[in-house]
DNA sequence: TGCAGGTGTGACGATATTGTCACGCGCCGG
DNA sequence: CCGGCGCGTGACAATATCGTCACACCTGCA
């Protein structure tokens, strides 16, 4: 089940949408005033939204680049709904940078099912692009570390590295393990770049590099829980 | 349903690991010879492979080594089935890279039991990190990209726009759009950058560059089906 | 305590990657 | 047909990143 932010003038629409959205086993919310989106989608993270360009007090297509200009929205797909007239030839809904668009009149079983197709679409991406431990936060599609929420700027070989430790956070991860699945080195090789990156790691996670434990002889680990010492 | 190869000489083993195995739900597939092993790898590719080291013509160790030098078996989660006797002290199965060992006498329950956990650790990460749009295989966890099953080389940069293209190719990309997602510009910035990235990624693209479609005025899109042109 | 092997660390050169710029071409409207 | 604008392209300099090395340090062991 999703959530899913309805914003239109006219309660007819939006009714008869929340109820086919109900038929499919999402969680509906209706909104009428442009103004009243971002609230809400902060303090709810709904997982799609649908927006009428024509709204009062505020223009659609303002709030939709407002949408798209904050990072808690960023990604939330958003559905354009539009009259025909309203659109200049030249720009049709996608190109706004919209995930699907549908012009009035329209079915509201058209709207659910491009709906779900948006959905199946950016859901299984989304949702496990982002893994958390303890205070780590990897974000696989940005590349990106948070670290108590802060963000970490890694190199892509240490980003891997980290992801690779932090992937089976139980297991010892033996050095030529490490270096074949980071670095692609098949063979066992003779290098220091192992120990370097990890040094280099460990600067920039600071006091959290501590996570990262030696295992001598053997390799490295990930420790989420570290021990008193 | 997961798809288990597995390579074993005595086939009392075998059948007793595949009927613990079909139990679970999984396809099992058994070979005796080593040899077998890689031309069936590459075929169907398996969801985990459980090697006895133990075989007749060619080393389980050779054959294991093998398996993680190509690509196409890389990342492919082993189990490896030993006698306690065979292995020296020093090196046990999980520092050769495997993903689990287990030494002789072994219940067929707990080999059933550990192939069900390396599955759950490794296949939510594998299955969804992937993403395949026609002749694109996009491997988020590796950063890299497989076209018609041949590795490419791509930046990170590049591949952060690739993916973001791919990521809804039904939408246009605008230019603010890509330059907000990619490189993090929030305000609008008139910069020669995108168009340098999207050539070098069309170059390393070859014939396929032709996937990204330029939208004059607007942006860049992802087309799966090209136009005849 | 002294030794030996394994690891941490800083520096360095080689290379990769990046953003910018200038120039030329093609598309589109007039 | 022509002019303007947006885009493709190649070259370039600045920077980031990488792997290696020498040396210091630390741990386990005798």
């Known amino acids: 089940m999703s959530k899913i932010l309805v914003v239109d003038d006219e ?10 959205l109900a038929r499919d086993g999402h969680e509906c919310v ?7 989106v971002f ?5 709810h993270q709904p997982d799609l939204i649908v927006l009428d ?4 007090g505020q223009d659609g297509l303002t709030v939709f680049k407002r949408l798209r200009a904050d990072s808690r929205s960023r990604t939330t797909p958003v559905i354009i709904l539009t009259a025909r007239a309203q ?17 009035k009149p329209f079915s509201p079983r058209e709207l659910a099912l ?5 959905l199946r679409r950016t859901q299984r991406v989304q949702a496990v692009s982002e893994v958390k431990t303890g205070r780590f936060l990897l974000d696989r599609k940005n590349m990106k570390l948070f670290l108590d929420d802060a963000p970490v700027d890694l190199t892509t070989t240490e980003f891997k590295l980290l992801a690779t430790l932090m ?16 670095w692609g080195y098949s063979d066992e090789v003779a290098t220091r770049t192992l120990d ?7 600067e920039k996670l600071g006091d959290a590099g501590r996570h990262i434990v030696t295992i001598r002889g053997t390799g490295y680990q990930f420790c989420v829980t570290l021990p008193d010492s």
């Open 196 to 202: 370097t990156h990890v040094k280099r790691l460990r």
């Open 87 to 103: 659109m200049s030839d030249r720009i049709s809904g996608l190109e706004l940078g919209a995930d699907d668009y549908l012009t």
């Open 114 to 118: 491009r709906i779900s197709a948006v």
């Open 53 to 56: 360009l024509m709204l009062p």
């Open 167 to 182: 992937e089976n956070d139980k297991a010892v991860h033996t050095r030529s393990e490490l270096l074949r699945e980071v």
């Open 30 to 36: 209706c909104l009428t005033n442009g103004l009243e």
């Open 39 to 43: 609230p809400y989608v902060t303090a």
């Open 11 to 20: 309660p007819d629409i939006s009714e008869l949408v929340a109820l086919h």
